[in-house]
């Protein structure tokens, strides 16, 4: 298989139920990676355009799902399965889906799951 142009990273990190942070797996992402790759493939893109890969943790877990598109260098977020046909006709144009693009201030965790890591660490610390 040739080097693709672009590479889909879906993150699938699972954390147990009720983590602050919650994960991407909680949010279907799993379901979310076998859509968009058979989306691909419906549409030719996946042999020599766009592969879609699971990834680990994106750290961006409170905007998920995650999936980071390389190498262009943006991340999509929130997405939802009705969201995929969205993306990948954007794939097959060279185009981003802007109201998926997570901007600067979602790479931030919102504070107020900063404050509930902060109490749960305490509280396992005794
Ligand atoms: S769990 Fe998906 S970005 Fe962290």
Request: aromatic letters at 6%.
């Amino acid at each position: 298989m040739p080097q693709r142009k672009r590479y889909l990273f879906v993150c699938v990190n699972r954390r147990p139920d009720g983590t602050p942070k919650g994960s991407c797996a909680a949010r279907g992402a799993e379901g979310l990676h076998a859509r968009l790759k058979q989306l691909l493939k419906e549409r030719g893109l996946a042999g020599t355009e766009v592969r879609a890969c699971t990834s680990s943790c994106l750290d961006t877990c409170w905007a998920g799902p995650t999936i980071a598109v390389e190498p262009d260098n943006y991340f999509y977020g929130r997405v939802k399965e009705t969201d995929l046909e969205e993306i990948v006709d954007g794939l097959a144009r060279g185009e981003r889906v802007e109201r998926l693009v997570l901007s600067p201030s979602d790479f931030e965790m919102p504070r107020d799951i900063r404050e509930r890591e902060q109490a749960e660490r305490k509280a396992k610390l005794g």
